[in-house]
Structure formats: structure tokens, C-alpha cells
């Protein structure tokens, strides 16, 4: 069961010191308290976990303190939707607003190699008019000779670039607790000139420790991708660690399954699942088109399979596209010949923008039809 606190009710309150007394007074019962600072208020709600069913909601709305209770129906208490559960959705990080409502362009280098190409792909960024994009810094790679990544050393001067150029969220990959530390120290010591999103990969989706460290901190939002070899379920209870944890600033992405039954694509790619993911949770949610596909193979139609993906997630409602580019793929260190090219960015942003126009127009058609 969710108790929504009263707006600022907090912790210091009497009031709240007074229902936590009660609540410690419940038998079979105990409960997590969760606080959020929103745009002009605090929002409180406490998470009742054990044999709750005893609990009448009448009973527990009229406690001091307590404006709604909701029993929770499914699995993902904090990020999932519940009946009854008219509580919004998404977050705000560093001036960006994430929610099932809004859609942002990732695009960037799936790793960071030269100081070069790095301003090049920022400095179209800013010209073509986005403030988000992708960088790794730390690669999980197959072979453990691969490049693994230039880690901490590249991000004092990755930090200032984006600055320069506008950016405002970076998605990063972590494998490590210590590399958000890492990554966090950078940006104290830069000055803060942009914004990290913390990115956890697909071969680390259940990588539990990693999750409860991630989720310990409220500082850096997190896109949580699905593992490539687990259910859906398992991929969204994984993003419940995150919460339950205390970070609620989570999106979830689709980045494909990993099967020969999806060949030639390098996996099977899920954006099918984008309306299931935001009809079981709350959480903004993201295709990643460039790791799904694998390729820059086009159809007859002359049109990439990598822009024929993006517009089936968008025409679905994705909130998030991570997509592959490079100033110079013969050259990338990872992942090459997925990524588009800087002069193919227009024409992507362009595409988004159609399939984004025909998802609103598909919504309003729906509003329009009578009820069932
Ligand atoms: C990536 O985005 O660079 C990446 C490694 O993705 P995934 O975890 O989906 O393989
Ligand atoms: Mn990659």
C-alpha cells in the first residue's frame, strides 16, 4: 500500500513524527519512506510493505498527515501504475523534463575516443537544436582486449565540451559504483556545466549491488536498459531496485532481445513493447535503434532499417531515442559501422519529427472514438 502524504508534510513535522508512530504500532507491517522535491513542493510517500491486506484504506486516509491511499495492485510498487493511481509521471533533470509525454533525441558517440570528434558531433548537436546525447566513457566490451573505454581521464574535458555546446544531459554508462563517483567528482569539479544520466547496460540489468548503489543516490537520473536475455518483468523489477532504493528518476530502454530469431539485425528488436512498458509503469521509456539493428543496411526503399525502427518506436509513444552517430565511423573504436553520419542527422531529426507528428495525430483519433 501507498500512503501520499499531504503536500510538505515533512519530516520534521509533527504531524509525521506522529503518523510514523502509528505506523510503527501496525503489526506484520513495515514501510519505506520516500521524499521527493518537486518544482515547488516536497512530496512524501511512505511505502507500506508486509501483510497489508488488513489494512482498510478509509482507515489509513484518515490518519494525520495521509491525503490518499492507494493499494497497490501489481508488482512495481513505486514505479509501476496502480488502480486507482492518479499520481503523474517523469522527473525534471538539469532544465530537461522526462515523462511518458515528452520525447528527446539522443544522439552521439557510443564511445569517446578523440577530443576532435567529440566537439564535431556536439558543435551538430547544438547546430541541428538538441541539448541531450550519448558518450561512453566506460565500455563493457566482449573481449577484454577491446578498447575498454578511456574512463575518468576523458570526463573533465567531455564535461566542458558539452557545456560549451549547450548540452544539458548526457547518457553515460556506469559497470561500477566507482565510476559515478567518478563521474560526479567531474562534474563537482568542472563547475556542473552539463548533466549525466547514468546508463545502465543491458549486460548489467541484474546486477543487483549495482542497482541498490545506483538507486542510493537522487542526484542522477538513470535509463535502465532491458537485459537482452531476461523477461520483461524481470527487466522492470529490476528497475524497481533503482526505487525502491530512493531514485525514482528512472526511464526504462528497449534496445532489442538478443536471438538469431531477429537476424540480420544484430538483436531482435522489442519497440512493440513501448505501450506495455508505459501501460505497467510510470517510467519515461527509450528505444535505442543503433544496438537493436546493427547495421546501417537500408531497405529498397532507400530508407535505413535504423530510421524504419526509430519511427515504429516513435509511432508507438517512445519518450527516448539513443541512437549511434559518428563524425568519422571508420575510425570509431566501438561499435562503427551502426553509426550514422553527422550530415545524416538532419534527415534522422526530420524522420523522428514525421513519426513523433503521426503519434499525436494517432492519440487524438483514439480520444475521438467513443468509449467501448
Ligand atoms: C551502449 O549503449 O553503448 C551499449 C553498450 O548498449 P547495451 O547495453 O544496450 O548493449
Ligand atoms: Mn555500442
Redesign the pocket.
Known amino acids: 500500500m501507498i500512503l501520499i502524504l499531504e503536500a510538505n508534510v515533512d519530516e520534521q513535522s509533527p504531524i509525521f513524527q506522529q503518523l510514523l508512530t502509528h505506523l510503527r504500532g501496525l503489526s506484520g507491517i513495515h514501510f519505506r519512506v520516500h521524499q521527493e522535491q518537486g518544482a515547488e513542493q516536497v512530496l512524501s510517500e511512505i511505502y507500506l510493505i508486509g501483510d497489508t491486506k488488513q489494512l482498510r484504506i478509509e482507515d489509513m486516509e484518515a490518519l494525520p498527515g495521509v491525503g490518499r491511499a492507494i493499494r497497490v495492485s501489481r508488482e512495481y510498487r513505486m514505479l509501476g501504475r496502480h488502480n486507482d493511481d492518479q499520481r503523474g509521471n517523469g522527473f525534471e533533470y538539469n532544465g530537461v523534463r522526462f515523462s511518458q509525454d515528452t520525447l528527446h533525441v539522443f544522439a552521439g558517440l557510443?564511445a569517446v575516443d578523440t577530443h576532435e570528434h567529440v566537439e564535431q558531433m556536439l558543435r551538430a548537436l547544438q547546430e541541428n537544436g538538441q541539448v541531450c546525447t550519448r558518450m561512453g566513457a566506460y565500455k563493457p566490451r566482449t573481449s577484454p582486449y577491446a578498447f575498454q573505454g578511456h574512463g575518468k581521464s576523458c570526463l573533465p574535458w567531455v564535461f566542458d565540451l558539452a557545456g560549451k555546446y549547450g548540452i544539458r544531459v548526457i547518457a553515460m554508462e556506469i559497470l561500477h559504483e566507482a565510476h559515478m563517483d567518478e563521474i560526479r567528482e567531474a562534474l563537482e569539479k568542472t563547475g556542473h556545466p552539463t548533466g549525466v544520466m547514468l546508463q545502465i547496460g543491458t549486460r548489467n540489468t541484474q546486477n543487483f549491488e549495482l542497482l541498490k548503489a545506483v538507486g542510493r543516490q537522487q542526484e542522477l537520473p538513470v535509463l535502465l536498459k532491458r537485459g537482452f536475455g531476461i523477461t520483461l518483468e524481470e527487466s522492470l523489477n529490476a528497475a524497481e531496485y533503482l526505487a525502491s532504493e530512493g531514485n525514482t528518476k528512472v526511464v526504462f530502454g528497449l534496445r532489442g532481445m538478443k536471438t538469431n530469431l531477429g537476424d540480420p539485425h544484430r538483436n531482435f528488436v522489442d519497440f512493440a513493447q513501448v505501450p506495455v512498458v508505459k501501460r505497467l509503469t510510470r517510467m519515461p521509456v527509450c528505444i535505442d535503434p543503433s544496438?537493436s539493428v546493427g547495421s546501417r543496411d537500408a531497405g529498397p526503399d532507400g530508407i535505413m532499417d535504423v530510421f524504419h525502427v526509430t519511427a515504429q518506436g516513435v509511432v508507438a509513444g517512445a519518450n527516448m531515442i539513443l541512437v549511434?552517430f559518428h563524425p568519422d565511423p571508420a575510425t570509431a573504436l566501438?561499435?562503427g559501422p551502426q553509426a550514422l553520419l553527422l550530415k545524416e542527422l538532419p534527415w534522422f531529426l526530420e524522420d523522428v519529427r514525421l513519426a513523433r507528428e503521426t503519434y499525436e495525430e494517432r492519440k487524438l483519433l483514439a480520444t475521438a472514438q467513443a468509449p467501448i
Do not use: K
Request: hydrophobic share 20%; glycine share 0%.
Open positions: 557510443c544496438h549511434d566501438v561499435d
